[in-house]
């Protein structure tokens, strides 16, 4: 599972681009527990949701022109130019080209192959999310129409470890992917090849993962304020109880109760 002992490759950090942040800071208050701390006058309306005074997350209003509301997984890189390099040789594009935060750290925003958007950090004085694991991001997951273009591509970009497990029946399969030479230790995210039609909107994905101690609790709490039920509360043997939803403006996020339960986060 994913920790905050950061290294290339591997996600440190992750935001929220709303059309309303201050509703999105009550939803996300009542479903986790989570609160908003501004980043200051000259941040342009961006700041932190903490928990216990740890960031578990970044919070801002959109700017893209376009742009819908969403999650965005940061994946550590050591250089952001040399980052965008291999991401337009890999067949991706440059979402925005890299960008300092004075004194914290440099940031770039991508496009895979397949249209799903990620984005990463080369930290500085910021090293990433102070929490992961219970009540924070726990686990990243991608959902893309071509599994094998992808881990072909995030390789090339990340040189990241992939490993296919079977899944039940004959529903193809999910592939672990971990930091270089971490193995399954090392494990992070996984892909996940779904048809056009089983994608909401029809569109590949970077989707977040917050661990909670209890999911049916957690759905709801989010259902009665707004969100959307994609996929109800289901066990899966060796991993937990895990339901994917969609907050009020449409952004995707998944929960998970692991199986056994999550020790507490760091």
């Known amino acids: 599972m994913l920790t905050n002992d950061y290294v290339p490759g591997a996600p440190s950090w992750l935001d929220l681009g709303s059309r309303d942040v201050d509703a999105a800071?009550?939803?996300?208050?009542?479903?986790?527990?989570w609160e908003f701390r501004s980043a200051g006058p000259d941040a342009?309306?961006?700041?932190?949701?903490?928990?216990?005074?740890?960031?578990?997350a970044g919070l801002g209003p959109i700017t893209g022109e376009g742009a819908s509301p969403a999650w965005t997984v940061y994946f550590e890189t050591a250089d952001a130019d040399a980052t965008s390099k291999a991401v337009e040789q890999g067949g991706g594009t440059v979402r925005f080209a890299p960008l300092d935060i004075p004194g914290e750290a440099r940031i770039a925003g991508y496009t895979d192959p397949a249209?799903?958007?990620?984005?990463?950090?080369?930290p500085?004085?910021?090293k990433g999310l102070d929490r992961t694991g219970a009540d924070a991001l726990c686990w990243t997951e991608l959902y893309t129409t071509d599994a094998g273009q992808a881990k072909r591509f995030y390789g090339t970009v990340?040189?990241?470890?992939?490993?296919?497990?079977?899944?039940?029946g004959d529903a193809g399969s999910y592939t672990i992917v971990s930091r270089a030479g971490g193995g399954q230790a090392g494990s992070h995210g996984g892909i996940m090849q779904l048809a056009p039609e089983q994608l909401p909107d029809g569109l590949c994905y970077w989707q977040p993962y917050f661990g909670v101690a209890d999911t049916d609790a957690v759905v709801t709490r989010?259902?009665?304020?707004?969100?959307?039920?994609?996929?109800a509360a289901t066990d899966v043997q060796g991993v937990g109880?895990?339901?994917?939803?969609?907050?009020p403006e449409g952004a995707f996020f998944a929960v998970l109760q692991p199986d056994p339960p999550a020790v507490p986060a760091t």
């Not at 342009?44 to 578990?56: D, E, I, K, N, S």
């Not at 249209?115 to 080369?122: K, M, N, P, T």
């Not at 109880?241 to 907050?247: K, T, V």
């Open 124 to 126: 500085g004085s910021l």
């Open 222 to 231: 989010a259902t009665s304020r707004g969100a959307t039920l994609l996929m």
């Open 25 to 33: 800071t009550e939803f996300y208050r009542a479903v986790f527990g």
């Open 44 to 56: 342009g309306g961006y700041g932190m949701f903490q928990l216990a005074g740890q960031t578990v």
């Open 158 to 168: 990340f040189g990241w470890d992939t490993e296919d497990m079977p899944l039940p």
């Open 241 to 247: 109880r895990i339901a994917l939803l969609r907050d």
């Open 115 to 122: 249209g799903a958007e990620f984005a990463v950090l080369q």
